[in-house]
């Protein structure tokens, strides 16, 4: 376990206190004991930090603390950072498992972890360092780049690019077919989806996500993006790098999203938009247009009690009524206010 001068060490902090404190753990400032590492975001919250072993804290607030600490300009990003000191996660065993299957045909580099049940079709190129969980299927002629991590159940299809030191959390989907379907007289027409996807490097998809393949481009999804679990791309969309959505977003197909953008939980943006960079999109958002400005975007009905929202929902209903009864008192209030004007101008 690490000891308060070698975190600071490797996080690049100053500190205070005892060097040879060794932490065994990280933890939130409600549930930090005496042993572990903790770290506050505002003033406020160093009361509920008493009990932590040491601190990662802000320097304008160190007068405030009287324990170890480590001090950061940036509490959360140094925590983050922290993290790694106390990875508990599996460690890779760089092997093909006897119960993995891998055609002859793919190439595998370095130090290449294929887990049990897990399928590697031909054609496939994986970099060094690449970990395929149990059970997950990776299909013809895909490439996956250096230290990417493919969790249990992930399958993705044939001709997919994936860049370096990316995750792909259990079950998701990269490379379906896109919804693509023409009506006819006989009913629905399947669109055979012939493009692929494009995944940059250090790209984190979560669990359950679906990213589908491009119907003749591929879909693009740039470097250091992020997706929550349950986030679905449709085919022909581009997200920018450095973009982030949460859980339960739906994009629709030939959308393309900016870089640096956030949409928040459960934001449905339609297909053929353009979302600008560093727009921000707070939850339940419905994106039915361009948002070509940066800036933070909003919709939707705030949560009220339920006899307000009962009465309102009624008003909703009769707004077009209520619409054309104002249109109509304006031409009327108008035609009052034309008719005293002409009044006071008659000379009579």
Same mark, same amino acid.
């Given at each position: 376990?690490? #000891? $308060?001068?070698?975190?600071? #060490?490797? /996080? !690049? /902090?100053? @500190?205070?206190? !005892?060097?040879?404190?060794?932490? !065994?753990?990280? %933890?939130? =400032?409600?549930? #930090?004991?005496?042993? +572990?590492?903790? @770290? =506050?975001?505002?003033a406020q919250y160093l009361e509920q930090a008493e009990s932590a072993g040491a601190v990662i804290l802000h320097p304008d607030w160190a007068d405030d603390? +009287?324990?170890?600490? $480590?001090l950061s300009p940036h509490p959360y990003l140094s925590y983050a950072n922290a993290t790694r000191l106390f990875d508990n996660r599996p460690v890779a065993s760089g092997t093909v498992h006897p119960q993995a299957i891998v055609d002859p045909s793919a190439r595998l580099g370095h130090c290449v972890t294929v887990d049990a049940g897990a399928v590697v079709a031909a054609g496939v190129v994986l970099g060094d360092g690449v970990w395929i969980g149990a059970n997950a299927v990776v299909? +013809?002629?895909?490439?996956?780049?250096?230290?990417?991590? &493919?969790?249990?159940?992930?399958?993705?299809?044939?001709g997919v690019s994936i860049g370096r030191d990316c995750t792909f959390?259990?079950?998701?989907?990269?490379?379906?077919?896109? @919804?693509?379907f023409s009506p006819s007289d006989q009913g629905w027409i399947k669109i055979l989806q012939l493009g692929g996807v494009q995944i940059g490097d250090r790209v984190e998809i979560g669990a359950s996500s679906t990213v589908d393949r491009g119907a003749l481009t591929d879909t693009v999804i740039e470097d250091n993006v992020i997706l929550d679990d349950q986030v679905h791309i449709g085919h022909n969309v581009r997200v920018g790098a450095r973009t982030g959505m949460a859980a339960c977003t739906g994009v629709g197909g030939s959308t393309v999203v900016g870089r640096d953008?956030? /949409? %928040?939980?459960? &934001?449905? &943006?339609?297909?053929?938009i353009t979302i600008a960079d560093n727009v921000h999109v707070n939850g339940q958002g419905r994106v039915s247009k361009s948002l070509l400005e940066p800036g933070v975007w909003a919709s939707g009905t705030p949560i009220q009690p339920y006899r307000d929202w009962s009465k309102n929902a009624v008003r909703f209903e009769q707004l077009a009524q209520m619409a054309r009864r104002i249109s109509a008192l304006e031409?009327?209030?108008? #035609?009052?206010?034309?008719?005293a004007a002409t009044e006071e101008d008659d000379p009579s």
């Open positions: 376990m690490p #000891a $308060l001068s070698e975190i600071a #060490a490797y /996080l !690049d /902090l100053e @500190f205070r206190g !005892d060097p040879a404190l060794v932490l !065994d753990g990280i %933890a939130s =400032v409600e549930e #930090a004991g005496t042993s +572990q590492l903790s @770290f =506050v975001t505002k603390w +009287q324990g170890p600490c $480590l299909g +013809q002629n895909t490439q996956i780049g250096e230290n990417t991590r &493919v969790y249990p159940g992930v399958v993705i299809y044939h959390h259990g079950n998701c989907v990269i490379g379906a077919d896109g @919804f693509g953008c956030t /949409l %928040a939980g459960m &934001v449905g &943006v339609g297909d053929h031409k009327q209030l108008a #035609a009052m206010e034309t008719g």
